[in-house]
């Protein structure tokens, strides 16, 4: 099957400016908009054109392992081989490489990493407090995310690194996750938590109040005396890793909001969508982020030229029949009724688009990558996006 490309619908020059010149561009945006599929992308451009790059996708549905043809994509660091990119004739002039974060995986990185001795490693690893901790607690995937970045980041293996954010939540969690775990260090009512007695003292009340949700969750599965136990230890022996949380987070922000760093915001072109991309785009300002643009994805275009959508069926029949394909004129007119639609989806997207543009200014990059009419799930269908979104 052959895919087909078109003119691309914008011109990707201030897009290719960014993925050649930073070191990390962050694919945000609503739930299912293709921020996955944008960041491979990107990343695909930027190695094909010379760069050493790694993609670093938070996608427990797997759709960037199967797109890259690496079935084992997981916590560590791969090359996509090439042959991969021969079976599809490309030449890449970089290096493409992928890794697909696991939350859990990731914590205990961390732990390893950082914490003083073997047996504080393994007395954190047992504990109930430290399971629930890396796994399920709100915002420990976008935490996990940020610490994963400033590791790479910091041993400077890649020209860039491409990051995709998590499917779930507010698109903008993630920037927040260091900062709130760093704040959960100095929030007294962890704190006193460190020292049991005053803890069981307050047991009933206190513990009650500090209104995180995790410690209340976690509670209910444990008797009292079980729960001051298991949560002393626990914080006990993660205080150790505490102390550089509060580092590495303000380190992490500094790097995200330098110029080495681009935040690209990634909208379907429903209006609904839209409005919630450029809500992203005032919280990326205020919070002094520096903001690439705009990627607008699954935008339609028309089937056919405008005129050609009045050619009478019969006529397309005919012509389709000397082309050696078999079609009656019932079917041609509903070949012509589907294109008319297309064309109605075509201009209200373009609609959106030209919106999309006045109200954001002249400056600012809105990149369109147009609708595939197939899911995006191999290498050659990234390359079309690439193809259509950068001609
Ligand atoms: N331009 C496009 N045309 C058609 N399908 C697309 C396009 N971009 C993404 N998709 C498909 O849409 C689905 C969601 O995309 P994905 O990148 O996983 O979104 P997100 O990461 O934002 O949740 C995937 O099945 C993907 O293959
Ligand atoms: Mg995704």
């Given at each position: 099957m052959t895919w087909t490309i078109g003119a691309?619908?914008?011109?990707?020059g201030k897009l290719d400016d960014i993925v050649m010149s930073r070191r990390i561009v962050v694919c945000v945006g609503s739930?299912?908009?293709?921020k996955t599929t944008t960041s491979a992308v990107l990343a695909l451009h930027a190695a094909m054109r010379g760069r050493k790059v790694l993609v670093l996708t938070i996608d427990p549905a797997r759709r960037l392992a199967n797109s890259l043809g690496v079935?084992?994509?997981?916590n560590e660091e791969r090359q996509i081989p090439i042959e991969q990119f021969d079976a599809v004739g490309l030449e890449p002039k970089g290096e493409l490489w992928a890794m697909m974060l696991d939350m859990k995986r990731s914590f205990d990185r961390l732990v390893d990493r950082y914490s003083p001795d073997a047996e504080t490693r393994q007395k954190i690893y047992d504990n109930r407090f430290y399971q629930y901790f890396s796994t399920s607690l709100a915002g420990t995937q976008e935490y996990s995310a940020m610490e994963r970045l400033h590791e790479l980041y910091e041993e400077g293996d890649y020209d860039l690194i491409v990051l995709d954010t998590p499917p779930?939540?507010?698109?903008?969690?993630f920037l927040e996750a260091p900062r709130r775990m760093a704040d959960a260090i100095e929030n007294s009512a962890l704190q006193w938590m460190y020292r049991p007695s005053l803890a069981a003292r307050k047991f009933g009340a206190g513990l009650f109040n500090i209104g995180t949700t995790y410690v209340l969750k976690t509670i209910s599965r444990f008797t009292g005396a079980e729960m001051l136990t298991e949560l002393g230890s626990f914080l006990s022996n993660f205080r150790h890793m505490f102390e550089g949380f509060r580092s590495r987070a303000r380190h992490v922000r500094e790097v995200l909001s330098s110029d080495v760093t681009s935040f690209l915001i990634v909208t379907s072109p429903d209006p609904i969508t839209v409005d919630e991309a450029r809500f992203m785009r005032r919280r990326l300002a205020e919070e002094n982020i520096p903001f690439g643009g705009f990627v607008v994805n699954r935008v339609h275009r028309p089937?056919?030229?405008?005129?050609?959508?009045?050619?009478p069926a019969s006529e397309i029949a005919e012509a389709l029949s000397s082309h050696g394909v078999a079609v009656d004129e019932v079917l041609a007119q509903k070949l012509l009724d589907n294109a008319g639609e297309f064309q109605i989806l075509a201009d209200l997207d373009a609609f959106t688009l030209e919106a999309l543009r006045e109200r954001a200014g002249s400056r600012v990059a809105i990149q369109a990558v147009p609708y595939c009419?197939?899911?995006?799930?191999?290498l050659e269908g990234l390359e079309w996006v690439r193809k259509s979104l950068f001609g």
């Open positions: 691309p619908l914008t011109d990707g739930g299912g908009v293709g079935a084992e994509l997981d779930s939540g507010h698109a903008l969690d089937y056919l030229p405008r005129e050609e959508l009045e050619t009419s197939r899911d995006i799930h191999s």
